[in-house]
């Protein structure tokens, strides 16, 4: 009679451990804390520079990224099936644990006041990297290694006349 009794009161006889294994209370206890802050995430250096490439490149008066001789092995890179666009061209990064730096060489248009295009770029960067990657960015060196001028060509092969 004590083990009936014992049934009708907890639902499950005196040795029956699987009903209180797969409850919820077991799990609660496991692993400690909120699950979102086990484990480690890493950012590789080439995330954040495609970030502040892309960040970078949304501001008006930049026309290009990197340098004359980046630009144009770019270009050719461009070119070949397969390749593809070079978003971190221009952009070198180093990351930390918790912070971040970048380096930017980029093409200002012609008639842009330069030390605008900078600060809107710097204030860009930032705010994209550390939105999307939760670095604390700590310094953004721009280094202005061109101006477009108005009648400047771009640097491009002219078209194969065989298709």
Do not use: W
Request: no cysteine; net charge negative.
């Amino acid at each position: 009679m004590t083990d009936m009794t014992e049934r009708n009161r907890t639902g499950k006889a005196e040795g029956d451990q699987t009903a209180e294994l797969s409850t919820g209370r077991r799990g609660a206890r496991r692993g400690g804390g909120d699950p979102g802050t086990r484990g480690r995430t890493t950012i590789a250096d080439g995330v954040v520079e495609k970030i502040a490439g892309l960040a970078a490149r949304d501001v008006v008066g930049v026309h290009a990224m990197g340098s004359g001789l980046s630009r144009t092995f770019g270009a050719v890179r461009d070119r070949v099936p397969g390749g593809s666009k070079a978003v971190t061209r221009g952009v070198k990064a180093e990351v930390g644990e918790v912070q971040t730096a970048l380096d930017l060489e980029i093409v200002v248009e012609y008639g842009m006041a330069i030390a605008d295009v900078a600060r809107a770029v710097r204030e860009n960067v930032v705010a994209a990297v550390e939105r999307m990657t939760g670095l604390e960015v700590v310094e953004v060196n721009i280094a202005v290694s061109d101006v477009k001028l108005p009648d400047e060509e771009e640097q491009e092969e002219p078209e194969p006349r065989l298709q």
